[in-house]
């Protein structure tokens, strides 16, 4: 089985502009979470898709948004970019089942540098 | 109170000597727990997650949680400087059913040949 792949991989932008982050998970898995990896402050989740609806939203401000597609990808958009929203963001999959063995897979992560 | 606690280290062990990581958490209802290893610049990789009190043991890595004590931990065997990397602990609460997991800051174990 493939994956969860991300993509791009690099992304360089400057303040105030906008920017889409893509994530395709393993396939079958219909859960799509995204989290935030910074030095200072770990891995901070954002938020979790399934079935192309948010489930659960972690304490970002709205200018962090997504979604998700019928065939269980997501995207995820940053509006008016920050010098601070530089970081390396990272989905997840899983079944997004209520079972306890029900498991995260991560992506290789988008890496967003802000200038 | 952070909700995941682990000491940052980093914890220097020589090669083939064995390595305890340590992790606590606050919440008690939760009720899955997973040990992620993460490279410098890599994205977490899954090494084992564990839901029942006691040890769990695959190849050089064995997980122990106690839920009286609110604490896991893994052990790594004949560590090898391969191993020397950031480890994360990872707890997860089944609520409602949405799949939200919190992640300690981590541990970065260094292995020294």
């Known amino acids: 089985k493939a994956g969860v792949t991300q993509t791009p991989r690099y992304l360089i932008k400057t303040r105030g502009q906008q920017v889409t982050l893509s994530c395709s998970p393993i396939s079958g898995h219909r859960s799509v979470s995204w989290y935030q990896q910074t030095p200072g402050q770990g891995l901070q989740f954002l938020f979790e898709y399934f079935s192309e609806t948010q489930r659960n939203k972690g304490n970002f401000p709205g200018r962090f948004s997504g979604r998700q597609f019928s065939n269980s990808r997501s995207e995820m958009n940053v509006s008016t970019l920050e010098l601070g929203d530089s970081a390396l963001y990272l989905c997840a999959s899983s079944l997004g089942t209520d079972r306890a063995v029900d498991t995260q897979y991560f992506g290789p992560g988008t890496r967003l540098t802000v200038l | 109170q952070k909700e995941v606690e682990q000491n940052s280290g980093p914890l220097s062990v020589p090669e083939g000597a064995i390595a305890s990581l340590n992790c606590t958490y606050s919440?008690?209802?939760?009720?899955?727990f997973f040990w992620y290893r993460q490279y410098s610049g890599k994205s977490p990789e899954l090494i084992m997650s564990i839901y029942s009190n006691g040890d769990k043991e695959d190849g050089r890595f064995t997980a122990q949680l106690n839920k009286a004590s609110q604490y896991v931990s893994l052990l790594i065997r004949d560590s090898q400087p391969s191993d020397s990397a950031t480890y994360l602990c990872?707890?997860?609460?089944?609520?409602?059913?949405?799949?939200?997991?919190?992640f300690g800051t981590g541990t970065r174990l260094l292995v020294s040949p």
């Open positions: 990872a707890v997860k609460r089944m609520n409602t059913g949405f799949q939200k997991l919190v």
């Open positions: 919440d008690r209802g939760s009720q899955s």
